[in-house]
């Protein structure tokens, strides 16, 4: 079976992993080259080990006047841009995956699927009803696509609720846990010298970009709460944050203003083999994620990613996170860095109960959440595509 793998410019090692176990499919990855993207090959993301087809933006490719237009307006205007269309090379697989019903390369699988024939999976994450819909032409493309589209794949039950919302038949959804590699992300020893960060310490730590809806403002603010408690004085608190993108300055001054400067570490981007050493090395993990209006946690990777290394996590109750924890994970309101700082000062005064959650996170994950089940999950849905093809 050959697929070509729509992503965009979200190839990134945590989704990529489960599409190098697909037995007896050649996966073809189209992506595109953007300021995301070359953060997640900074980590590495692992699509070298497909074939790789170059997508571009207009703002990249296309006649010299068009693009320098289409550079000023995204730059200083607010369109977005687009991608040069590419259906053509869609030509002759026996499948496409793409991701979302909103975006240019659906549009892109779509067009190929009417003029050869290809059948269409979309992935979705989204969790939102009638979401990006900001102008008549996406709303369109939605509609196109929650009706031509062959299969759509989901990981939580909000996602596939908002599907029907959107009016897409129940038959043609199906829902399947993502997985994480529980042989790398598992327990083991903390070598907390790798990263700099002292064995006499707290270890809080933070995975994620520096977007305010992941919440790591709210983590600073209970920070400085867990800092100032004079039943915890004696407890050596430190944030350890891994993450990277537009929104690190914010970050910072946060942390200049609640003088916190020297209780807070930034990690850097760290590779992806790096990543397993980073969970071991924390007391806590904590993903703080806020809604906005239009997004919410769709599912969190770094949450099981946490709880497969035996990581005990503090988390929100936002989108789909109850889902993705069920009972083995300390939930917060969201928005709320009083709610967080409780969460914390718990496990932080009972080292027993850290120990629990984090046995029973593990647990959680060899449950749910492993890459070979993953694997022939998607393996499975990629059949029913090929009558469709026939």
């Not at 009016?167 to 529980?182: F, L, N």
């Not at 992941?214 to 608190?237: C, M, N, S, T, Y």
Request: contains cysteine; proline residues 6%.
């Amino acid at each position: 079976m050959r697929l070509a793998l729509l992503k965009g410019n979200r190839f990134s090692p945590w989704h990529l992993q489960a599409f190098r176990r697909l037995p007896d499919t050649e996966v073809v990855a189209f992506r595109a080259d953007s300021e995301i993207q070359r953060i997640f090959d900074g980590q590495d993301d692992g699509s070298a080990l497909f074939p790789i087809e170059p997508i571009y933006f207009d703002t990249q490719a296309g006649p010299t006047l068009s693009r320098f237009k289409n550079i000023f307006l995204s730059r200083y205007g607010d369109r977005e841009a687009r991608i040069v269309p590419f259906s053509e090379r869609l030509r002759g697989f026996d499948a496409i995956h793409t991701w979302e019903l909103f975006t240019d390369w659906t549009e892109q699988a779509l067009e190929a699927r009417e003029r050869f024939g290809v059948p269409v999976a979309v992935m979705v994450w989204d969790n939102i009803p009638f979401n990006m819909e900001r102008d008549a032409g996406r709303r369109r493309l939605k509609e196109r696509a929650a009706a031509c589209a062959d299969l759509f794949i989901v990981h939580t039950e909000r996602s596939r609720r908002m599907l029907e919302v959107e009016h897409v038949p129940a038959e043609k959804i199906v829902t399947m846990d993502p997985g994480v590699d529980t042989e790398a992300f598992s327990p083991g020893p903390r070598d907390r010298a790798a990263l700099d960060l002292r064995g006499d310490e707290f270890v809080i730590l933070f995975v994620g970009w520096f977007l305010p809806r992941k919440g790591i403002d709210f983590l600073v603010l209970a920070l400085h709460e867990l800092a100032r408690d004079p039943q915890l004085a004696r407890i050596k608190f430190r944030l350890a944050i891994v993450g990277a993108g537009p929104g690190r300055a914010r970050v910072e001054q946060l942390i200049t203003r609640t003088n916190l400067a020297g209780r807070c570490t930034f990690l850097g981007s760290l590779t992806y083999d790096r990543m397993p050493a980073a969970y071991r090395a924390a007391d806590v993990f904590v993903l703080p994620s806020i809604a906005t209006a239009e997004w919410q946690e769709q599912f969190g990777m770094s949450i099981i990613e946490a709880m497969a290394c035996g990581t005990p996590v503090v988390t929100t109750m936002s989108g789909a996170i109850p889902e993705i924890t069920g009972d083995c994970a300390m939930l917060c309101q969201p928005n709320d860095f009083v709610s967080l700082y409780e969460a914390i000062r718990e496990l932080a005064l009972d080292p027993n109960r850290r120990t629990a959650i984090g046995a029973a996170a593990r647990e959680h994950a060899l449950a749910r959440f492993t890459l070979d089940a993953f694997a022939q999950n998607l393996s499975a849905a990629y059949a029913r595509l090929t009558p469709v093809r026939a």
